[in-house]
């Protein structure tokens, strides 16, 4: 990625549903292209631990707004690359991922004074980087001049699997049906609310993993940006 006789930042978008590998691939990709990766529903996360500790429904948006103005949140990252998430002063990274916050993410991600708040800290980033950012919104809100737009997805059933073996690779205790459940009841959360709505943008490449595994689904997704902005 030469940045000379450039004059804007490079901007790869990439979106799809919970569970479908988006923060894996995009992850990787970074490395790969030399791009900043930036996780965005880390950033939503983070707004739904907030509520959580505080006790606040991640639905209200009343409450949820009143809190946002008291947030610290900020990203960073450390020696070993990957995005940390700091809320107030204290690197949430982990604590962050588990489904409860996940759960929350998602319900606080529906109200209009959380994405106001959060999308000015999305857009900057992508202006003093070369970056890869995925989410849930970023190719038809946050970056809809992006260079690349990237809608990844995969069935379900497939999602869910992986989320189990992730889970169980963590010695976690956890059952496929209920996982497939939220998933199935995340996808029509993202896909319904009234404010940003997860869709394919209508310039997006569209990316099915469904039917590859990890080295082929980032060998595809590679292989799209590079088409796109070249090698």
């Known amino acids: 990625?030469?940045?000379?006789?450039?004059?804007?930042?490079?901007?790869?978008?990439v979106d799809g549903p919970s569970g479908s590998g988006k923060s894996t691939l995009s992850r990787a990709a970074a490395k790969e292209l030399s791009l900043v990766y930036v996780d965005t529903g880390a950033i939503y996360r983070t707004?739904?631990?907030?509520?959580?500790?505080?006790?606040?429904?991640?639905?209200?948006?009343?409450a949820v707004s009143e809190l946002l103005p008291g947030l610290s949140i900020t990203m960073g990252y450390g020696e070993d690359?990957?995005?940390?998430?700091?809320l107030d002063g204290a690197d949430v990274t982990e604590a962050i991922r588990h489904n409860e916050v996940s759960a929350a993410a998602s319900k606080a991600a529906a109200i209009p004074a959380v994405r106001d708040?959060?999308?000015?800290?999305?857009?900057?980033?992508a202006a003093e980087h070369d970056v890869i950012m995925d989410g849930r919104d970023i190719g038809t809100v946050v970056l809809p001049d992006a260079d690349v737009k990237i809608f990844l997805t995969a069935a379900p059933e497939a999602r869910a699997r992986r989320?189990?073996?992730?889970l169980e690779q963590r010695g976690e205790t956890a059952d496929y049906e209920t996982i497939l459940h939220d998933i199935r009841a995340r996808d029509y959360q993202d896909e319904h609310r009234p404010i940003a709505p997860l869709k394919q943008a209508a310039d997006a490449?569209?990316?099915?993993?469904?039917d590859l595994d990890l080295g082929q689904s980032m060998n595809r997704l590679l292989a799209l940006v590079k088409e796109k902005i070249g090698p």
């Open 1 to 13: 990625m030469d940045n000379k006789d450039r004059k804007r930042n490079i901007s790869v978008a």
């Open 47 to 62: 707004v739904g631990l907030a509520a959580l500790e505080r006790g606040v429904d991640p639905a209200d948006g009343v």
């Open 81 to 86: 690359g990957l995005q940390h998430m700091f």
């Open 117 to 125: 708040f959060l999308l000015e800290m999305q857009r900057r980033a």
């Open 163 to 166: 989320r189990l073996l992730e």
């Open 205 to 210: 490449l569209l990316l099915d993993t469904t």
